[in-house]
Protein backbone atom coordinates (compact mmCIF):
# COMPACT_ATOMS: atom_id res chain seq x y z
CA UNK A 1 0.00 0.00 0.00
CA UNK A 2 1.39 3.08 -0.85
CA UNK A 3 0.77 6.73 1.34
CA UNK A 4 -1.47 9.50 -0.77
CA UNK A 5 -1.82 13.06 0.39
CA UNK A 6 -5.52 13.04 2.23
CA UNK A 7 -7.40 16.09 1.86
CA UNK A 8 -9.64 14.41 5.10
CA UNK A 9 -6.57 14.07 7.11
CA UNK A 10 -5.67 17.87 6.04
CA UNK A 11 -9.31 18.86 7.29
CA UNK A 12 -8.54 16.52 10.63
CA UNK A 13 -4.77 18.32 11.33
CA UNK A 14 -6.27 22.04 10.18
CA UNK A 15 -9.17 21.27 12.92
CA UNK A 16 -7.95 19.87 15.72
CA UNK A 17 -5.26 22.58 15.48
CA UNK A 18 -7.76 25.40 15.51
CA UNK A 19 -6.72 26.94 12.34
CA UNK A 20 -9.37 28.36 10.05
CA UNK A 21 -9.09 27.86 6.25
CA UNK A 22 -8.27 31.76 5.35
CA UNK A 23 -5.65 31.98 7.83
CA UNK A 24 -4.14 28.13 6.99
CA UNK A 25 -4.67 29.72 3.38
CA UNK A 26 -2.42 33.42 4.26
CA UNK A 27 0.10 31.21 5.31
CA UNK A 28 0.66 28.94 2.65
CA UNK A 29 0.39 31.94 -0.20
CA UNK A 30 -2.63 30.14 -1.42
CA UNK A 31 -6.40 31.01 -1.76
CA UNK A 32 -8.97 29.65 0.80
CA UNK A 33 -10.90 28.24 -2.32
CA UNK A 34 -7.55 25.71 -3.12
CA UNK A 35 -7.45 25.09 0.53
CA UNK A 36 -11.44 23.96 0.59
CA UNK A 37 -10.40 21.77 -2.57
CA UNK A 38 -7.62 20.10 -1.00
CA UNK A 39 -9.99 19.15 1.67
CA UNK A 40 -12.24 17.62 -0.32
CA UNK A 41 -9.78 15.85 -2.39
CA UNK A 42 -10.59 17.85 -5.24
CA UNK A 43 -7.35 18.59 -6.12
CA UNK A 44 -3.68 17.50 -4.40
CA UNK A 45 -1.06 20.41 -3.46
CA UNK A 46 2.17 20.45 -4.95
CA UNK A 47 4.81 19.20 -2.57
CA UNK A 48 6.04 22.49 -2.11
CA UNK A 49 3.15 23.66 -1.05
CA UNK A 50 2.02 20.28 1.11
CA UNK A 51 5.31 21.15 3.47
CA UNK A 52 4.10 24.30 3.74
CA UNK A 53 0.82 23.43 4.75
CA UNK A 54 2.47 20.99 7.16
CA UNK A 55 4.86 23.60 8.50
CA UNK A 56 1.84 25.76 9.10
CA UNK A 57 -0.16 23.33 11.08
CA UNK A 58 3.19 22.61 12.94
CA UNK A 59 2.73 18.81 11.87
CA UNK A 60 5.03 16.58 9.78
CA UNK A 61 3.92 15.82 6.06
CA UNK A 62 3.38 12.45 7.06
CA UNK A 63 0.29 13.31 9.47
CA UNK A 64 -1.47 14.57 5.48
CA UNK A 65 -1.37 11.22 4.43
CA UNK A 66 -3.39 8.03 4.70
CA UNK A 67 -2.74 4.31 3.12
CA UNK A 68 -4.21 3.28 -0.13
CA UNK A 69 -5.10 0.57 -1.36
CA UNK A 70 -3.94 -0.90 -4.74
CA UNK A 71 -6.92 -1.28 -6.92
CA UNK A 72 -6.97 -4.73 -8.31
CA UNK A 73 -7.21 -5.00 -12.24
Same mark, same amino acid.
Given at each position: ????????? *???? &?? !??? #????? %?? *???? &?? !??? #????? %??????????????????????????????????
Amino acid at each position: MARQFSGRR *LREV &RT !ASG #IPVEL %LA *LNVG &RS !AYS #IHEYE %LGRVTPPINVLARIADSLGRPVDDLLAEEEAHAA
